[in-house]
């Protein structure tokens, strides 16, 4: 009688949970029947097949091949590893385009079974992306930007997350200011100040700093100078 020989090859021994493991048969001889015991609550009587390890962990993969009277069986390791958990946050995510607006980005991520030695960081605006554990990007353009950060491990592990809308960049304010007289050859001379601001985000407020150190919350404000060269601006927050 023709003897049977069991044998079989994984897609990889190694992956990163959750992993997916293709198993296929090279066994010899007339064989009629196939079994597989994957260890992770699966099996199977196909001749090739697969499965999915959802959790880290070492699983022993049995396989049994018959021809009815006589049967092998072979054992191998499949190991699956823990892989990162990826998170990030940010304090300042939201904000206004004038002249732009920097976020700083804090990296969460929880390490699996080894050390990672990469973040990537792609934030949206069509920019380059970018590596670092945490990073910062100024965002210049209006509109809503969803963040990625992909963490790959030395396991060859890699995960990636995606925050749909993470930030949000609003239109900013707007403001003008207007001072009567600008220059005088009288002293103290005393100067009126106009101003005014709107925003699409809601009502503003303003702060005036008049360069002679007076300042006032109102953009209409009179103030007098003394001879020498003032730098007044007004401040429009929404």
């Known amino acids: 009688m023709a003897q049977i020989h069991c044998s079989f090859t994984p897609s990889s021994q190694f992956a990163c949970a959750p992993g997916h493991i ?9 064989v009629t029947s196939y079994y597989w015991d994957f260890d992770n609550g699966s099996f199977s ?4 097949d697969s499965t999915d390890f959802l959790t880290p962990g070492v699983y022993n993969v049995l396989h049994v091949v018959s021809n009815g009277i006589v049967y092998d069986s072979m054992y191998m390791q499949i190991r ?20 732009c607006h920097t976020v700083d980005f804090v990296n969460r991520t929880i390490l699996g079974d080894t050390t990672v030695f990469q973040y990537v960081w792609d934030f949206g605006d069509h920019s380059d992306a970018v590596t670092g554990t945490n990073v910062s990007h100024a965002y210049c353009n209006t ?24 930030v949000v960049i ?11 007289p600008t220059q005088s050859c009288v002293d103290p001379t005393t100067v009126n100040f106009t101003g005014s601001g709107s925003s699409p985000n809601g009502s ?35």
């Open 143 to 166: 509109g809503s930007f969803d963040v990625t950060l992909i963490v790959r491990d030395n396991h060859g592990c890699e995960v990636r997350k995606t925050i749909p809308s993470f």
């Open 170 to 180: 609003h239109p900013g304010p707007t403001g003008n200011l207007t001072a009567n």
């Open 45 to 48: 009587t196909h001749q090739n």
């Open 204 to 238: 503003v407020t303003y702060m005036l700093f008049c360069g002679n150190g007076a300042t006032s919350a109102s953009p209409n404000f009179s103030t007098s100078y003394h001879d020498g060269i003032y730098n007044p601006y007004l401040i429009v927050t929404d």
């Open 80 to 99: 699956i590893y823990q892989a990162p958990i990826d998170s990030f946050i940010s304090y300042d995510n939201i904000g206004c385009n004038t002249p």
């Open 22 to 30: 293709v198993f296929t048969d090279n066994s010899t001889g007339p």
